[in-house]
């Protein structure tokens, strides 16, 4: 092992989609070909700079990047210690980072001659995300989603069917985000020709986890070209939200060898870490497998996977990216977790002091910035990444107070 | 020699190809799964492939995982799977058992404890559906090392590089999933599974199993005559399901179903 200082932390994953002893590709025969196919496209459209042009054309013209960062000045004072930077993903169109990586995919499976896009959604982010980019390509377009999910997203749903799309309620399970995901799976197995399998996040077998996290890294290369503008220097501290993780890979990556920035990534807490009603597989989970990689995970004594809670949908997976547990054994990250009050508390703050409705997802790493920020300087600086907008929670929200809207 | 081994060299020698059934451990209870074992032998089954459940069957159908989630609300571990395989070897010493499910248990177990007490058990082979050979390296060798055959999946879109290490990395026999889909899914093309089945044989002296699509007795035929062993899941978790409430029943309807096959393929 290389001293921490010599470490090449962008060097992962290895040949097989290994980050260290997690990743790889843990999945039936049936699909193993498939994903070979899509390594060897990725492969090559990565480096192809007329793909690349084509990305960053509609990230311009299509998404609004390159998305602002606000210097949050009133909460920062209020906080009384770091100076607060946002990056606006929730300005983004469709309302969240996810569409970062719903360009990139959908403009590869173009590349690749498929017509079928088949996605997971728990929130419905990142369904809508992907029913918007295939609207746009003219491709067929079906969406995975838990019941749970579909009838605490009902707007989402909505949006998804209006952009053409099919939402398939999955009743399996626990009827949330990684039963959705193991039937899209399923789905690709049986449409493999055709279909193109568009995973949200930077989890599932390689080559998603690195393919993901590279559609998503724009956010972190704008952000700190953007803070050495601002601020004429680096960040002292980054944080963000992690369920699967793509939007924290996304901010995290191109900063993860300037040493001197520390890194933070917020897992939901739900109803606390010893109630064992959560979703912090980093925090309280251990190395398991599922859905096509090692990672950590929240299981049982047996094995078996294990229903996670958070208020926000978001977060609710029992698993997370391969790259966030490398990241967090080799300490180069550091992740903590917020409860679900915590995480409102933080929603209502943003809201009235900065006048900016954050998603419930990002709401837990606007709650982590609330305890970190006043054990900083005030000449020191937290770039969050502010994932979402909230929009999507008002009926969530407006229920944690008896309000049905 | 192992018992997978032998049981197909027998069969070659009788002329008869084999019958393979699945069940998922512990659907509808854990109670059933002994006798259940017991009467698909009875019945004509050759090798039993026994389910371990897993939270997240990812390569199975709405039947299968519907028995897994059956399996698991009774509290089916891997432990008590394989305590039932321990209690099947009391009496049947002549039937080879194969194991199939998810890496996940087994790894929470680790692959040293696995495979030295499924070997104690009287376990045969065993097939970790999301395990390919590129990751598996370290549990193969321990299940080898303790005499059990790690036995593979093979699809209709693995490449001939694929099949031939597949086939290198394999014992017992070769499952073949004979069509894009999951367990329980659509119709068979005969004609493609021969001429894959071709593609296999090239690769390999080990007898091939087909599986996934084969849901009566003229199909278990058809199929006979093309692999050297019939896999049937859904379609008798299906009687199962259909009678969960009712565990004798549910034995039952299995053997027959099973005596049905077994008549189909001998003839």
Request: proline share 5%.
């Given at each position: 092992?290389?001293?921490?200082?010599?470490?090449?932390?962008?060097?992962?994953?290895?040949?097989?989609?290994?980050?260290?002893?997690?990743?790889?590709?843990?999945?039936?025969?049936?699909?193993?070909?498939?994903?070979?196919?899509?390594?060897?496209?990725?492969?090559?459209?990565?480096?192809?700079?007329?793909?690349?042009?084509?990305?960053?054309?509609?990230?311009?013209?299509?998404?609004?990047?390159p998305?602002?960062?606000y210097?949050?000045?009133?909460w920062?004072?209020?906080?009384?210690g770091?100076?607060i930077?946002?990056?606006?993903?929730?300005?983004?169109?469709?309302?969240?980072?996810?569409?970062?990586?719903?360009?990139?995919?959908?403009?590869?499976?173009?590349?690749?001659?498929?017509?079928?896009?088949?996605?997971?959604?728990?929130?419905?982010?990142?369904?809508?995300?992907?029913?918007?980019?295939a609207?746009?390509?003219?491709?067929?377009?079906?969406?995975?989603?838990?019941e749970?999910?579909v009838?605490?997203?009902?707007a989402?749903?909505?949006?998804m069917?209006?952009?053409?799309?099919?939402?398939?309620?999955?009743?399996?399970?626990?009827?949330?985000?990684?039963?959705?995901?193991?039937?899209?799976?399923?789905?690709?197995?049986?449409?493999?020709?055709?279909?193109?399998?568009?995973?949200?996040?930077?989890?599932?077998?390689?080559?998603?986890?690195?393919?993901?996290?590279?559609?998503?890294?724009?956010?972190?290369?704008?952000?700190?070209?953007?803070?050495?503008?601002?601020?004429?220097?680096?960040?002292?501290?980054?944080?963000?939200?992690?369920g699967?993780?793509?939007?924290?890979?996304?901010?995290?990556y191109?900063?993860?060898?300037?040493?001197?920035?520390?890194?933070?990534g917020?897992?939901?807490?739900?109803?606390?870490?010893?109630?064992?009603?959560?979703?912090?597989?980093l925090?309280?989970?251990?190395?398991?497998?599922?859905?096509?990689?090692?990672?950590?995970?929240?299981?049982?004594?047996?094995?078996?996977?294990?229903?996670?809670?958070?208020?926000?949908?978001?977060?609710?997976?029992?698993?997370?990216?391969?790259?966030?547990?490398?990241l967090?054994?080799?300490?180069?990250?550091?992740?903590?977790?917020?409860?679900?009050?915590?995480a409102?508390?933080?929603?209502?703050?943003?809201?009235?002091?900065?006048?900016?409705?954050?998603?419930?997802?990002?709401?837990?790493?606007?709650?982590?910035?609330?305890?970190l920020?006043?054990?900083?300087?005030?000449?020191?600086?937290?770039?969050?990444?502010?994932?979402?907008?909230?929009?999507?929670?008002?009926?969530?929200?407006?229920?944690?107070?008896?309000?049905?809207? | 020699?192992?018992?997978?081994?032998?049981?197909?060299?027998?069969?070659?020698?009788?002329?008869?190809?084999?019958?393979?059934?699945?069940?998922?451990?512990?659907?509808?209870?854990?109670?059933?799964?002994?006798?259940?074992?017991?009467?698909?032998v009875?019945?004509?089954?050759?090798i039993?492939?026994?389910?371990?459940?897993?939270?997240d069957?990812?390569?199975?159908?709405?039947?299968?995982?519907?028995?897994?989630?059956?399996?698991?609300?009774?509290?089916?571990?891997?432990?008590?799977?394989?305590?039932?395989?321990?209690?099947?070897r009391?009496?049947?010493?002549?039937?080879?058992?194969?194991?199939?499910?998810?890496?996940?248990?087994?790894?929470?177990?680790?692959?040293?404890?696995?495979?030295?007490?499924?070997?104690?058990?009287?376990?045969?082979?065993?097939?970790?559906?999301?395990?390919?050979?590129?990751?598996?390296?370290?549990?193969?060798?321990?299940?080898?090392?303790?005499?059990?055959?790690?036995?593979?999946?093979?699809?209709?879109?693995?490449?001939?590089?694929?099949?031939?290490?597949?086939?290198?990395?394999?014992?017992?026999?070769?499952?073949?999933?004979?069509?894009?889909?999951?367990?329980?899914?659509?119709?068979?093309?005969?004609?493609?599974?021969?001429?894959?089945?071709?593609?296999?044989?090239?690769?390999?002296?080990?007898?091939?199993?087909?599986?996934?699509?084969?849901?009566?007795?003229?199909?278990?035929?058809?199929?006979?005559?093309?692999?050297d062993?019939?896999?049937v899941?859904?379609?008798?978790v299906?009687?199962?399901?259909?009678?969960?409430?009712?565990?004798?029943?549910?034995?039952?309807?299995?053997?027959?179903?099973?005596?049905?096959?077994?008549?189909?393929?001998?003839?």
């Amino acid at each position: 092992m290389a001293t921490e200082t010599t470490t090449n932390w962008q060097s992962m994953p290895d040949e097989n989609g290994h980050f260290g002893p997690y990743g790889g590709i843990f999945v039936s025969e049936t699909l193993m070909e498939a994903l070979h196919e899509l390594r060897l496209a990725y492969e090559k459209y990565i480096k192809d700079p007329d793909f690349l042009a084509e990305i960053d054309a509609d990230l311009q013209h299509y998404v609004g990047r390159p998305s602002p960062v606000y210097h949050a000045e009133r909460w920062s004072r209020q906080l009384g210690g770091a100076q607060i930077f946002l990056k606006r993903e929730d300005l983004n169109h469709t309302g969240a980072h996810k569409v970062n990586n719903t360009i990139g995919q959908a403009l590869l499976a173009k590349r690749m001659g498929k017509t079928r896009i088949i996605a997971e959604t728990g929130a419905g982010q990142h369904g809508v995300a992907t029913a918007t980019v295939a609207a746009r390509l003219g491709l067929e377009c079906v969406v995975y989603m838990g019941e749970v999910d579909v009838a605490r997203q009902e707007a989402n749903v909505y949006r998804m069917k209006l952009l053409g799309a099919k939402v398939v309620p999955v009743s399996s399970g626990s009827k949330t985000l990684k039963d959705a995901l193991n039937e899209a799976m399923r789905d690709w197995v049986t449409n493999v020709d055709n279909t193109f399998y568009i995973i949200g996040t930077v989890a599932g077998p390689h080559p998603y986890p690195a393919m993901v996290r590279d559609f998503q890294a724009v956010i972190g290369r704008e952000a700190r070209q953007q803070m050495l503008d601002m601020t004429g220097r680096l960040p002292d501290a980054l944080v963000a939200c992690v369920g699967g993780g793509s939007n924290a890979i996304g901010l995290f990556y191109p900063f993860l060898n300037d040493e001197s920035v520390a890194i933070y990534g917020i897992e939901a807490a739900g109803d606390g870490l010893d109630t064992g009603h959560h979703a912090a597989p980093l925090c309280a989970g251990k190395p398991g497998v599922l859905h096509g990689n090692r990672t950590y995970l929240i299981e049982d004594d047996n094995g078996q996977i294990i229903e996670t809670h958070s208020i926000s949908a978001g977060l609710d997976y029992p698993g997370v990216g391969p790259e966030h547990a490398w990241l967090k054994d080799m300490k180069r990250a550091k992740y903590d977790a917020v409860n679900d009050k915590e995480a409102l508390q933080a929603f209502h703050d943003l809201t009235r002091i900065e006048g900016i409705i954050p998603a419930l997802e990002t709401s837990h790493a606007l709650a982590y910035v609330t305890k970190l920020a006043p054990t900083m300087r005030t000449d020191q600086s937290i770039l969050v990444n502010l994932s979402g907008r909230g929009d999507k929670d008002m009926h969530t929200v407006a229920a944690t107070e008896g309000i049905n809207l | 020699m192992s018992r997978i081994k032998g049981c197909f060299e027998r069969l070659k020698s009788e002329g008869r190809k084999a019958l393979i059934p699945y069940i998922t451990a512990g659907d509808p209870d854990q109670a059933v799964t002994l006798p259940m074992m017991h009467r698909l032998v009875e019945s004509g089954a050759d090798i039993i492939e026994l389910g371990i459940p897993f939270s997240d069957p990812m390569a199975d159908g709405p039947v299968i995982q519907r028995a897994a989630e059956r399996a698991l609300e009774k509290g089916t571990s891997l432990h008590n799977v394989l305590e039932m395989v321990k209690r099947f070897r009391e009496t049947d010493r002549e039937t080879p058992v194969v194991l199939m499910g998810y890496l996940n248990p087994v790894e929470v177990m680790g692959y040293a404890t696995f495979a030295r007490e499924a070997a104690e058990a009287g376990v045969d082979g065993v097939l970790t559906v999301d395990l390919p050979p590129e990751e598996g390296s370290e549990m193969h060798d321990v299940l080898l090392a303790n005499n059990i055959d790690p036995i593979f999946l093979l699809a209709p879109t693995s490449t001939v590089e694929r099949i031939r290490k597949i086939c290198n990395a394999s014992s017992g026999y070769v499952y073949y999933v004979s069509l894009k889909g999951i367990t329980g899914a659509g119709h068979l093309d005969l004609d493609s599974v021969a001429s894959k089945l071709g593609e296999i044989r090239k690769q390999t002296d080990l007898p091939v199993g087909v599986g996934f699509g084969i849901k009566d007795a003229e199909t278990a035929s058809r199929m006979g005559k093309l692999a050297d062993a019939v896999i049937v899941g859904s379609a008798i978790v299906t009687r199962i399901e259909e009678n969960a409430e009712q565990p004798e029943a549910a034995i039952e309807s299995v053997g027959n179903f099973v005596a049905e096959l077994r008549r189909g393929l001998d003839a």
